[in-house]
């Protein structure tokens, strides 16, 4: 929302999923297993998103065009979807994190310490 619009009382329309994000989003929950997603909120930078994580903790990112559109992803690809504001990150995608951070680590050793 600009500031013309908040001084003329505009509302700000309603993002919408774009079909890449959709398409990837549906992509990403057929390939993987136990896919849960979790909406985050708006913030002064990014718009609504929607994280999918599936059973080991793999994780996906994308604009979602708002809470509603979260749901609909949801209801969609037929999956559960969580307010991460009251339910947090599954502690299985910090470990994945944490385990790519270490293998990034071991591969950066590797390559430093060749010849």
């Known amino acids: 929302m600009g500031l013309f619009d908040r001084i003329a009382g505009r509302k700000p329309r309603a993002a919408s999923l774009s079909s890449g994000d959709a398409d990837h989003l ?5 390939e993987h297993r136990g896919v849960e997603a979790y909406i985050e909120p708006a913030t002064v930078v990014t718009e609504v998103t929607a994280v999918l994580v599936a059973h080991d903790g793999e994780w996906t990112r994308r604009k979602v065009g708002g809470e509603k559109g979260a749901r609909k992803l949801g209801r969609d690809l037929h999956i559960p979807v969580y307010d991460v504001r009251k339910t947090g990150y599954p502690q299985r995608m910090r470990d994945y994190d944490a385990r790519r ?11 430093d310490s060749e010849p």
């Open 101 to 111: 951070r270490i293998e990034r680590k071991r591969a950066q050793l590797e390559r």
């Open 26 to 30: 549906a992509r990403w929950a057929r």
